[in-house]
């Protein structure tokens, strides 16, 4: 398979005001684009060539780091575009609520333990919600990583690469996160990646 760029789920400007037009335009449009670009021009000639997306991201890992990185960012922007809505946040599905309070105690400690990953990323990288052993795990990662290559299976991620928010914030990423959590989550799609991770 080669990679390829999906339309956004809604028009460029329908996050407004928590996410620009001029950020999704420069996010979705260029930044994404990139990686579909670079990873396919990678992809050419190596063992991976014919094998889904998923496995590349897992075989290329300590293997092929230019491959691996443009893989692993088509991967998560793939699904980033899926984990927010517009007028997203809110009330979380019942079945994912559930799950969150067995795991983690509270939805509220939840999204404060995930802001607080997002906020003390060292550098680039992404926030995440993932399910490792039958349980939802709060983590993040550095660059083009996400939970996929640490054995565990991502079901919300917030980009915190300085191309995700600072047109909008500047340097205020604590304030790009809330604003994530709270406005933006599409909260029915992170509870089909759960309900996915946790029948495999
Ligand atoms: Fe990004």
Same mark, same amino acid.
């Given at each position: 398979? !080669?990679?390829?760029?999906?339309?956004?789920?809604? /028009?460029?400007?329908?996050?407004?005001?928590?996410?620009?037009?001029?950020?999704?335009?420069? *996010? *979705?449009?260029?930044?994404?684009?990139?990686?579909?670009?670079?990873?396919?021009?990678?992809? $050419?000639?190596?063992?991976?060539?014919?094998? !889904?997306?998923?496995?590349?991201?897992?075989?290329?890992?300590? $293997?092929?780091?230019? &491959?691996?990185?443009?893989?692993?960012?088509?991967?998560?922007?793939?699904?980033?575009?899926?984990?927010? +809505?517009?007028?997203?946040?809110?009330? &979380?599905?019942?079945?994912?609520?559930?799950?969150? @309070?067995?795991?983690?105690? !509270?939805?509220?400690?939840?999204?404060?333990?995930?802001?607080? /990953?997002?906020?003390?990323?060292?550098?680039?990288?992404?926030?995440?919600?993932?399910?490792?052993?039958?349980?939802?795990? @709060? !983590?993040?990662?550095?660059?083009?990583?996400?939970?996929? @290559?640490?054995?565990?299976?991502?079901?919300?991620?917030?980009? @915190?690469?300085?191309?995700? =928010?600072?047109?909008?914030?500047?340097?205020?990423?604590?304030? =790009? &996160? +809330?604003?994530?959590?709270?406005?933006?989550?599409?909260?029915?799609?992170?509870?089909?990646?759960?309900?996915?991770?946790? $029948?495999?």
């Amino acid at each position: 398979m !080669s990679f390829s760029l999906p339309n956004l789920p809604y /028009a460029h400007d329908a996050l407004q005001p928590y996410m620009s037009k001029e950020t999704l335009e420069y *996010h *979705h449009d260029k930044h994404h684009l990139a990686y579909v670009n670079n990873g396919n021009n990678l992809l $050419k000639g190596t063992e991976w060539e014919g094998k !889904s997306l998923e496995e590349i991201v897992k075989g290329s890992f300590g $293997k092929n780091a230019g &491959l691996f990185n443009n893989a692993g960012q088509h991967y998560n922007h793939l699904h980033f575009w899926h984990w927010m +809505k517009p007028s997203g946040g809110g009330k &979380l599905p019942g079945k994912l609520e559930a799950a969150i @309070v067995s795991s983690l105690g !509270s939805v509220d400690k939840m999204k404060e333990d995930f802001i607080q /990953a997002g906020v003390t990323q060292f550098g680039s990288g992404w926030a995440w919600l993932a399910v490792k052993d039958g349980k939802i795990i @709060v !983590s993040k990662t550095q660059n083009g990583e996400s939970p996929l @290559v640490h054995g565990a299976m991502p079901i919300l991620g917030c980009d @915190v690469w300085e191309h995700s =928010y600072y047109i909008d914030y500047r340097n205020r990423r604590p304030d =790009y &996160l +809330k604003a994530f959590v709270d406005h933006l989550v599409n909260w029915a799609y992170v509870e089909q990646m759960f309900e996915a991770a946790t $029948k495999k």
